[in-house]
């Protein structure tokens, strides 16, 4: 099970970090993903991190903004988001895959097995 929080309402140019909890299965065999659903959109990546850590991929409108990260001690994922744009707004959901791909190929939705509810991000401009 995942579950993702902590969204929010923020002013443009601030920030939010989001975590993604993880329960009932090792989550350092997975690697992880975060996605986005802004209404009346597809479902779009934001970035991938690999069951380590070591390895990322973002989306190109997101880099040099946002940041993924794990701590697979406490079953947890991070995305951190700064300098947020209106465009940011949406609800951003986390997804975990069983396969050991390397983020890059984790692009799309249907390379995920586990998803965790979304949590609403709000950037006002």
């Known amino acids: 099970q995942l579950q993702a929080f902590g969204g929010g309402s923020v002013q443009a140019g601030g920030y939010l970090r989001l975590s993604c909890a993880a329960s009932?299965?090792?989550?350092?065999?997975?690697?992880m993903g975060w996605f986005r659903q802004a209404p009346g959109k597809e479902r779009e990546f934001v970035s991938a991190?690999?069951?380590?850590?070591?390895?990322?991929f973002y989306e190109d409108s997101v880099k040099g903004r946002f940041t993924i990260s794990r701590d697979n001690a406490k079953n947890t994922g991070y995305l951190q988001m700064n300098s947020l744009k209106f465009e940011d707004t949406a609800v951003y959901y986390c997804?975990?895959?069983?396969?050991?791909?390397?983020?890059?190929?984790?692009?799309?939705?249907?390379?995920?097995?586990?998803w965790g509810q979304g949590t609403l991000v709000t950037v006002s401009s």
């Open positions: 009932g299965r090792t989550f350092s065999n997975y690697a």
């Open positions: 997804a975990t895959e069983e396969r050991g791909s390397i983020p890059k190929r984790l692009q799309f939705v249907y390379e995920y097995d586990y």
């Open positions: 991190i690999d069951w380590s850590g070591g390895s990322t």
